[in-house]
């Protein structure tokens, strides 16, 4: 695997279910985001890690959950979510002030 | 003042033809200004990306104008082509952060008819 990975691809789920985002970087950065895409809107950031620390969470409703267990790795928890929650979901990653950030496929997900 | 305003929001143009996307930004404090490209089915990718100290950057086709006393900056890809049809992204960031920070515009979406 190369780059930034993110699984699943595609998610739907009840508003009552509760299931994961996982996002994978291969580049050894040190720093790993949560955005949220949704059509006809900017790139809304939801969540930053820094050397694992969480350093930026944007008013994100707490049916959000963000883990970052590692450098490599970055979880997003979702329970209870909303229809207005649906939207393709997009993990980046980037080395220290590089503002070069490299962006995973994205997972899109539908609530139904 | 956190917002970055992109137009327009589509843009179709005849293969060969210039397409130009605009932003313009209020923040002073920003101080790198990149440019993404996102095609269906992929996360966006950097394109190209200019710091204010300079008023132009050419790579290849792609160039980035900048102004600064405008706080504008605008994408142009000459000889255009169908497989530049994607979505493009500006983007400012800076302002003292650890990490890089990045406001982005709504997106344009660009169609190259061949």
């Known amino acids: 695997e190369t780059g930034v990975t993110q699984t699943p691809r595609h998610l739907v789920m009840g508003m009552t279910n509760k299931k994961s985002l996982k996002c994978e970087q291969h580049?050894?950065?040190?720093?790993m985001y949560w955005y949220k895409q949704s059509a006809k809107k900017p790139l809304e950031l939801m969540f930053v890690?820094?050397?694992?620390?969480?350093?930026e969470n944007n008013s994100v409703p707490s049916r959000f959950s963000p883990e970052c267990p590692n450098s490599s790795h970055l979880f997003l928890h979702l329970h209870t979510l909303q229809p207005e929650d649906s939207a393709l979901y997009l993990c980046?990653?980037?080395?220290?002030?590089?503002?070069?950030?490299?962006f995973g496929p994205g997972t899109r997900l539908t609530v139904l | 003042q956190q917002q970055v305003k992109q137009s327009p929001q589509s843009l179709i143009v005849q293969k060969g033809g210039i397409s130009i996307i605009n932003c313009a930004y209020e923040?002073?404090?920003?101080?790198?200004f990149p440019w993404y490209q996102q095609f269906p089915g992929k996360g966006p990718a950097l394109l190209i990306a200019?710091?204010?100290?300079?008023s132009e950057k050419k790579e290849g086709r792609f160039t980035i104008s900048f102004n600064k006393s405008a706080k504008q900056f605008s994408l142009h890809i000459m000889d255009s082509q169908p497989g530049d049809s994607a979505t493009y992204f500006c983007?400012?960031?800076?302002?003292?952060?650890?990490?890089?920070?990045?406001?982005f515009g709504q997106g344009t979406i660009l169609t190259v008819h061949p």
């Open positions: 580049l050894g950065h040190n720093a």
């Open positions: 980046a990653s980037s080395q220290n002030r590089g503002f070069e950030q490299f």
């Open positions: 890690y820094s050397l694992e620390e969480r350093v």
């Open positions: 983007a400012a960031s800076g302002g003292g952060t650890s990490y890089g920070k990045l406001t």
């Open positions: 200019i710091r204010p100290d300079v």
């Open positions: 923040n002073t404090a920003f101080d790198y």
